[in-house]
């Protein structure tokens, strides 16, 4: 069974332009997560889709915004990037509220 | 609001020791679920195991065991044999389980183990 399957595996990219990150779930997960994380803030959640619509959102600026799609697909998206942006962004797929989120393998922005 | 606490940043260990990684943490919830993860310099996070709150018997995975004390609000992660390979990050990290926040998961700031030849 594959997978969460995250890409791209590495980005480069300046400051304010804007990026799109894509994660897809495994076969059958229906909710997507979506984590930062950075040396300093440590692991900071995100966004939460489940069937298509955000449940949950972290304490993140309006650039950071995201999507699930009907295949459970899942892109993630910020605009205007900032150095601070920097950060592997790890994706998370999920079946059901008891069961434990399977991570991907992150995509790792660089933001100069 | 919810939080996790690992008070070791590193850890070392011989290879085939067992070795105990703290975690405590502090929530009002009844029903929560507490969560270790592994994450080698690839980045990748693994699951390791699961504890619900409710559930009377501690975990076990293989060489993993997880030390559930409620009272203590504790949840140590128990390493037996170690190898060579599970020098890594090692995160414990607990997730509400009722209500509109089931999939957010609060993590600790990890422990970064190294297993010693």
């Known amino acids: 069974k594959a997978g969460v399957t995250q890409t791209p595996r590495y980005l480069i990219k300046t400051r304010g332009q804007q990026v799109t990150l894509s994660c897809s779930p495994i076969?059958?997960?229906?909710?997507v997560s979506w984590y930062q994380q950075t040396p300093g803030q440590g692991l900071q959640f995100l966004f939460e889709?489940?069937?298509?619509?955000?449940?949950n959102k972290g304490n993140f600026p309006g650039r950071f915004s995201g999507r699930q799609f009907s295949n459970s697909r899942s892109e993630m998206n910020v605009s205007t990037l900032e150095l601070g942006d920097s950060a592997l962004y790890l994706c998370?797929?999920?079946?059901?509220?008891?069961?434990?989120?399977?991570f991907g393998n992150g995509t790792r922005l660089t933001v100069t | 609001a919810q939080k996790i606490t690992q008070t070791q940043p590193g850890m070392f260990v011989q290879e085939k020791e067992a070795v105990t990684l703290d975690c405590t943490y502090d929530?009002?919830?009844?029903?929560?679920?507490l969560f270790w993860y592994k994450q080698p310099s690839s980045g990748e996070m693994i699951f390791l195991i699961y504890?619900?709150?409710?559930?009377?018997q501690n975990a076990t995975e293989g060489r993993y065991s997880l030390n559930f004390q409620k009272a203590r609000k504790s949840a140590n992660l128990v390493i037996s044999a170690s190898q060579l390979g599970d020098s890594a990050m090692y995160f414990c990290?607990?997730?509400?389980?009722?209500?509109?926040?089931?999939?957010?998961?609060?993590f600790g700031k990890g422990t970064l183990l190294t297993v010693n030849p």
């Open positions: 998370a797929s999920s079946r059901q509220s008891s069961s434990p989120l399977h």
């Open positions: 076969s059958g997960h229906r909710s």
């Open positions: 889709y489940f069937s298509e619509t955000q449940r």
């Open positions: 929530t009002s919830d009844q029903s929560y679920g």
């Open positions: 504890q619900g709150s409710y559930d009377e």
């Open positions: 990290a607990m997730r509400k389980n009722s209500g509109g926040s089931n999939y957010k998961l609060t």
